[in-house]
C-alpha cells in the first residue's frame, strides 16, 4: 500500500497542544526519509522536521524546542507532538516520504491555532 494518512489535526488556543499522526505501511518506513511539511495560508509549503530511517530527527529553527518527532514501527507510524503552539504555527500540516525512486504525499491535516 503507498500511502500516507495524517490524522490528529485540529483547533487549539495558542499555547496549548496537538498530536499529529501518519500512518503508512511498514516498507514506507523501512525504505524511506519521513517528514513533515506545513503550508500556512498564502505561504509556500515548507519543512517542518525531518526523521531519518535510523530514527535521528531535525527541525526547523522555528519549532525547535516546542515540536518533536517520533517514529513507532510497531504500529506504522510517525507522529509529530506539538506543543506551545503559536497562532503562526496554523495551516495544513503533511506528512512526506522520501524513498528511492519515488516520493509519497498525505493529503494533509489542518492545524488552526487561535490567540
Known amino acids: 500500500q503507498m500511502q500516507l494518512v495524517e490524522s490528529g489535526g485540529g483547533s487549539v488556543q495558542a499555547g496549548g497542544s496537538l498530536k499529529l499522526s501518519c500512518t503508512a505501511a511498514?516498507?514506507?518506513?523501512?525504505?524511506?526519509?519521513m517528514s513533515w511539511h506545513r503550508q500556512a495560508p498564502g505561504k509556500e509549503r515548507e519543512l517542518v522536521s525531518s526523521l531519518g530511517r535510523d530514527g535521528t530527527t531535525s527541525y526547523v529553527d522555528s519549532v525547535k524546542g516546542r515540536f518533536t518527532s517520533s517514529q513507532d514501527k510497531e504500529k506504522n507510524q510517525m507522529y509529530l507532538h506539538m506543543s506551545n503552539l503559536k497562532t503562526e504555527d496554523t495551516g495544513v500540516y503533511y506528512c512526506?516520504?522520501?524513498?528511492?525512486?519515488?516520493?509519497?504525499w498525505g493529503m494533509g491535516t489542518q492545524v488552526t491555532v487561535s490567540s
Open positions: 512526506r516520504a522520501d524513498c528511492p525512486s519515488f516520493g509519497l
Open positions: 511498514r516498507h514506507i518506513f523501512n525504505m524511506c526519509r
